[in-house]
C-alpha cells in the first residue's frame, strides 16, 4: 500500500464561517480536516498539521519549514500540501526549485470552505492524494491538483477569484488528469532546476509593474532602501517608460539585480525594439531577462538564487541574440 504524509498549512480548505459570516482561513488542523474530508482507503495517509493560516499570511521561511518536514520524512512516498489559493501558486514553485527530492509533491486547496454548499475541498484533497501516490509524478517535480487536473508549478496561476475553475497554465495546459480516482499524465516537464537555499538568508524582492505614464518613485525607494533584488513587470516584449528605464540603470550601478518580465499572460521578453525603455535598452543597461516567467514566479526564483548564494547573471538572461 502506497504511503502519503498529508501536511495543511491552512487557507480556504480548513476554513469555517465565524459569527458574523465571514470565513475564517486555517479554522480547522490537518487532523479535524482529514476526519472531516474522506480520504482514500487504499492509500495509507498521515496528516500532520504544519500551520494554520490565511495564505496570503504565509511566508519563505514557513516554506523552508514545510520543505524540512519532507526532507525528515523517510516514511512517505509522497506528499500533500494543503494550501490557501491566493498564494498557492508562489509557495509550489518556492518548494518545486528548493526540494531535490524525486518524490511527488502536490499542493492543493479549495475555492469553497468545507462547510459550503458544493465545496470542492473533498474532491481536491482526494485526488492530490491519488497523484502524491502515483509513480507517474516521480521526478516531475512540485505539481498543483485543482478541479480534476495536473499542474506544473512553474506555469500555473490562479485564474478565477472564486470560480472552482480556480487554476489554468496559459499557453502550457495540464499535466494530465484525474478520472474517478484514476491518474493519467500526459506530458512532463523536460528540466527541473534546484537551489540550495540557506534558510537563515531572506533577501529582499520587491516586485514593481510598469504602466501609462509610470514614474521612478518605486525604483528610486528602492535603491534608496537598498534592496536585494527588483523583478520588473513591463508590457508587451518588456518595455517600461523612459524613467523607469533610467532608474535601473541607477538601480544596477548600486549593485541591485533586476529581471525584467512581461504583464501579458504568454510570451517571452525579449530585445525586439531599440528605443529607451524598451528591453534591448534595458539589456544594455544591465537589466536581466526573465524569459517566459510572470513577475510572481520570476520574484520566487530570483529570491531562491540569492538565498543560494548564486549570481542571478548565470541564470537569467541575456540570451544570446544577434543584435547583443
Not at 485526488?127 to 478541479?147: D, E, M
Not at 532602501?225 to 538601480?251: N, P, Y
Request: glycine content about 8%.
Amino acid at each position: 500500500m502506497k504511503k502519503v504524509t498529508v501536511l495543511t498549512t491552512g487557507g480556504t480548505i480548513a476554513s469555517s464561517r465565524n459569527e458574523r459570516g465571514k470565513l475564517e482561513a486555517g479554522i480547522y488542523t490537518g487532523e479535524e480536516l482529514a476526519v472531516k474530508l474522506r480520504l482514500p482507503e487504499d492509500i495509507e495517509v498521515r496528516v500532520v498539521s504544519v500551520l494554520q493560516k490565511a495564505s496570503i499570511h504565509m511566508t519563505l521561511t514557513d516554506m523552508d519549514q514545510l520543505r524540512k518536514h519532507m526532507e525528515e520524512d523517510s516514511w512517505a512516498d509522497g506528499f500533500v500540501v494543503t494550501h490557501g489559493t491566493d498564494t498557492l501558486e508562489e509557495s509550489a514553485y518556492y518548494i518545486d526549485l528548493t526540494y531535490k527530492g524525486e518524490r511527488p509533491i502536490v499542493f492543493t486547496g479549495s475555492q469553497r470552505s468545507p462547510d459550503q454548499l458544493g465545496s470542492d475541498a473533498f474532491i481536491n484533497l482526494r485526488h492530490a492524494v491519488y497523484t502524491a501516490a502515483s509513480s507517474q509524478l516521480t521526478g516531475v517535480g512540485t505539481v498543483v491538483v485543482f478541479n480534476e487536473r495536473i499542474f506544473s508549478a512553474e506555469y500555473v496561476k490562479k485564474e478565477h477569484a472564486s470560480n472552482i475553475q480556480g487554476f489554468n497554465a496559459f499557453g502550457f495546459g495540464y499535466l494530465g488528469i484525474i478520472d474517478n480516482d484514476v491518474v493519467h499524465v500526459y506530458q512532463r516537464p523536460l528540466r527541473r532546476e534546484h537551489f540550495k537555499v540557506k534558510p537563515h538568508v531572506s533577501p529582499r524582492v520587491i516586485l514593481i509593474k510598469a504602466h501609462l505614464e509610470a514614474d521612478d518613485l518605486l525604483l528610486q525607494a528602492c535603491i534608496d532602501t537598498g534592496v536585494d533584488g527588483i523583478i520588473l513587470e513591463g508590457l508587451g516584449r518588456g518595455q517600461v517608460t523612459k524613467k523607469m528605464a533610467s532608474a535601473c540603470g541607477r538601480a544596477v550601478k548600486a549593485g541591485i539585480p533586476i529581471v525584467l518580465t512581461t504583464a501579458s499572460e504568454e510570451g517571452h521578453v525579449y530585445t525586439t525594439y531599440d528605443y529607451e525603455g524598451s528591453a534591448y535598452d534595458l539589456v544594455k543597461k544591465g537589466v536581466l531577462l526573465g524569459r517566459d516567467a510572470d513577475s510572481k514566479k520570476a520574484r520566487i526564483r530570483l529570491t531562491a538564487c540569492l538565498k543560494a548564494g548564486l549570481n542571478p547573471a548565470d541564470y537569467f538572461g541575456p540570451i544570446d541574440h544577434p543584435a547583443l
